[in-house]
């Protein structure tokens, strides 16, 4: 009987080369795995316990169990493998310590490199509650993490003050802005920076991300004449609330209601010599519908005929959808009152976009479902998916990450 602490395993097939991860190897495949690791550079010289590959499933891992120690989501990986006998030898959970440092060595890197790869809006023409028309909705946020109060950290990126006097909040955060699918919740861009970066900055860094066929909403936070024509430099249309300050001379009235209008930058705001000419809807949320605010948003579809004034503003709606995301990252997946547990700026990196692939694999697990049942996805509990997940990975054992050895034929998992 092995001690405790550690599983049996094979003289042919380590622990490591086995680890069960049920969906999330199904949403990353070990080859694609391995592919990120080599071209990061993280495939290492020497045979190691912890070998990159492992890594990557384990940091998934530990954002699908969040809040359990390293140690205890080495155990939930490979529960039930010892109970089928596939392992002769004894094999040692690593340490706290020994996982740290792998983590280490890993980086970053791959798990970006990872998001990259996957992650993409999931959507597909029957996808109840994603399209406007002819165009797939999808929405730009940001949104900060706390972190570990470590020197490095806060040196890094930094925390916020307070209103009570000390002029420092409890943690460092950092902050991450996102490009979101509305109707699937599916984040399929991201960047994360020091908190001294706006969230401005950071988004224009995705707009490459934003193609034609896309209508983008974003909170007025986005808006200005620099960010809007970056944002359009993909053939995206978009839809964005604006500040009550901004001036949007009335140049055309058209038939819906809204107006032709144009908007320049703050450097060009007297002469007005290169204008971006924009459409405006305003209007305002009665008893009934809302409290009474005001709302001004500019759209790049400048023919009513295309998207009527009534509509858009019904459709705008649909920009709290990115909230909802987030809230289900931060507060669901992860947690009320998150803080991660990465103590330096790559961990942190590194944990943030495994919370990103994660969740990502839960939503395109949600969305297939909803397609084969013909139901909204917003329709499916998030949280509920989650807890069934969690359950799943921890009662199979998947095919190993490692590629199969010439002339070796492991067990069917």
């Given at each position: 009987m092995p001690r405790p602490g550690q599983l049996k395993s094979s003289g042919v097939d380590r622990f490591s080369d086995r680890i069960a991860l049920g969906v999330l190897t199904r949403a990353f495949p070990p080859e694609l795995v391995d592919e990120v690791v080599a071209e990061c550079g993280r495939v290492e010289q020497r045979t190691r316990l912890l070998p990159a590959r492992v890594v990557v499933y384990f940091v998934l891992a530990m954002c699908l169990f969040f809040g359990q120690g390293y140690e205890e989501v080495a155990r939930l990986l490979v529960q039930g493998l010892e109970r089928e006998g596939r392992w002769a030898k004894a094999w040692r959970v690593p340490t706290t310590a020994a996982i740290g440092r792998a983590r280490l060595r890993l980086g970053p890197e791959p798990l970006r490199a990872l998001f990259v790869r996957v992650c993409r809006p999931?959507?597909?023409?029957?996808?109840?509650?994603?399209?406007?028309?002819?165009?797939?909705?999808?929405?730009?946020?940001?949104?900060?993490?706390?972190?570990?109060?470590?020197?490095?950290?806060?040196?890094?990126?930094?925390?916020?003050?307070?209103?009570?006097?000390?002029?420092?909040?409890?943690?460092?955060?950092?902050?991450?802005?996102?490009?979101?699918?509305?109707?699937?919740?599916?984040?399929?861009?991201?960047?994360?920076?020091?908190?001294?970066?706006?969230e401005s900055v950071l988004a224009e860094r995705l707009f490459s991300s934003m193609t034609e066929g896309m209508l983008v909403l974003a909170d007025r936070g986005f808006c200005g004449f620099d960010l809007w024509r970056a944002a359009k430099g993909g053939g995206a249309d978009l839809l964005w609330r604006v500040r009550s300050v901004v001036v949007l001379p009335v140049l055309e009235t058209l038939p819906d209601g809204s107006y032709l209008s144009e908007i320049v930058a703050a450097r060009d705001n007297y002469r007005r010599t290169d204008p971006e000419r924009v459409r405006v809807i305003?209007?305002?949320?009665?008893?009934?519908?809302?409290?009474?605010?005001?709302?001004?948003?500019?759209?790049?579809?400048?023919?009513?005929?295309?998207?009527?004034?009534?509509?858009?503003?019904?459709?705008?709606?649909?920009?709290?959808?990115?909230?909802?995301?987030?809230?289900?990252?931060?507060?669901?997946?992860?947690?009320?009152?998150?803080?991660?547990?990465?103590?330096?700026?790559a961990g942190v990196e590194q944990e943030i976009f495994a919370f990103l692939l994660v969740h990502h694999a839960l939503r395109d697990l949600m969305h297939q479902a909803a397609l084969k049942g013909g139901h909204d996805?917003?329709?499916?509990?998030?949280?509920?998916?989650?807890?069934?997940?969690?359950?799943?990975?921890?009662?199979q054992a998947a095919l190993s990450p490692l590629p199969a050895r010439p002339g070796h034929h492991p067990e069917p998992a």
């Open positions: 999931v959507a597909v023409a029957a996808t109840q509650g994603a399209w406007y028309r002819q165009w797939r909705l999808v929405a730009v946020d940001g949104t900060v993490f706390d972190i570990p109060d470590t020197a490095v950290n806060a040196e890094f990126f930094g925390r916020p003050g307070t209103s009570r006097g000390q002029g420092r909040s409890a943690y460092p955060q950092a902050r991450v802005a996102a490009l979101a699918e509305c109707g699937t919740h599916a984040v399929f861009a991201a960047e994360v920076g020091p908190l001294t970066v706006h305003e209007y305002t949320l009665g008893p009934r519908g809302g409290d009474g605010t005001r709302y001004r948003l500019i759209t790049s579809i400048l023919d009513p005929a295309r998207a009527p004034a009534a509509e858009l503003a019904a459709l705008y709606a649909q920009r709290w959808e990115i909230e909802n995301t987030l809230d289900e990252i931060k507060n669901h997946q992860g947690g009320p009152g998150l803080v991660l547990r990465s103590q330096h700026p996805p917003d329709r499916l509990s998030f949280t509920r998916t989650l807890r069934v997940v969690r359950r799943h990975v921890t009662g």
